[in-house]
């Protein structure tokens, strides 16, 4: 990573005030990203997706966001104007959801709408939206994409409606990508397929990529670093290639529960939770 990272987070915070009182979904984590591929990892709930959306100020209310800095290419997003983040937001920082079948229009075609994030942050006529649409669906390697820019998102499969929203979120060039779990509806060989995509989109652009996941195995061979959390803390930070040989219990906790190939008959250990865990994350 680069003395001056493209992405700064320190002490982030997103709270929920109930009727039972406050929910703390993320208790202020802290880390950094250069141009790179970073691995966010945790059990549902942890505030991976969260995390996410609080970098791109997509916490809807009564959600309250709060930072002691949040910065990305020197400009302080805890203070930038619902204006300027609506220029951040897919021209800067783009962010693929987990499930693209809800993230498509889909009564819209798939092509239009791709073109259509183009127009959104570039002056120029749909033909141009059309032919830099066409040339990012062959980027992300979909065969024929004159048929699949003509087609309505129920008419793709879920790999290659993933390959849509990769497309669709990376036309503008975005700095940032944040992938919400791009690959858990994916079979394993899409899967591949789909990370092989990012891999050499990442390289090529020299961008910077957030990839959240629930698959510790698959985040360790494809990331550069790897964040730990649990319940809203950030438990460890660590190269992924030095996994294996992480410290902290919790980590050490989901790597015992990974299944072995020769692991025979036996029952997968079960992961007990601590709440000393919290006292002592990164």
Not at 57 to 62: D, N
Not at 79 to 94: F, L, N, T, V, Y
């Amino acid at each position: 990573m680069s003395e001056n990272p493209l992405l700064r987070v320190e002490d982030l915070k997103v709270n929920f005030p109930t009727r039972k009182g406050l929910v703390e979904a993320v208790r202020g984590i802290s880390f950094s990203l250069g141009r790179e591929k970073l691995g966010i990892v945790g059990e549902s709930g942890s505030g991976k997706s969260m995390t996410g959306r609080s970098i791109l100020r997509l916490v809807s209310a009564p959600g309250q966001v709060t930072a002691r800095r949040l910065e990305f290419d020197g400009i302080d997003l805890m203070k930038a104007s619902e204006s300027q983040m609506r220029q951040i937001r897919g021209q800067r920082i783009s962010m693929v959801m987990q499930d693209p079948k809800f993230s498509l229009n889909p009564v819209m075609r798939v092509g239009e709408q791709i073109a259509e994030a183009y127009r959104t942050h570039q002056n120029v006529s749909r033909d141009e939206a059309k032919r830099q649409a066409l040339d990012m669906l062959s980027a992300v390697r979909i065969r024929d994409s004159e048929r699949v820019y003509r087609a309505y998102p129920h008419e793709v499969s879920g790999g290659m409606g993933q390959r849509i929203m990769i497309a669709m979120m990376l036309i503008p060039d975005p700095d940032l990508l944040i992938a919400d779990e791009p690959t858990s509806a994916l079979d394993v060989t899409v899967q591949l397929q789909v990370l092989a995509i990012l891999d050499d989109l990442v390289s090529q652009r020299g961008m910077g990529l957030i990839f959240i996941s629930h698959d510790l195995s698959l985040v360790a061979s494809f990331c550069d670093r790897v964040v730990i959390m649990y319940a809203g803390r950030v438990m460890e930070i660590c190269d992924a290639k030095n996994l294996a040989a992480a410290q902290h219990p919790y980590t050490r906790g989901l790597l015992n529960c990974l299944p072995k190939i020769d692991g025979g008959g036996s029952d997968l250990p079960i992961l007990r939770r601590d709440p000393a865990w919290l006292e002592h994350g990164a």
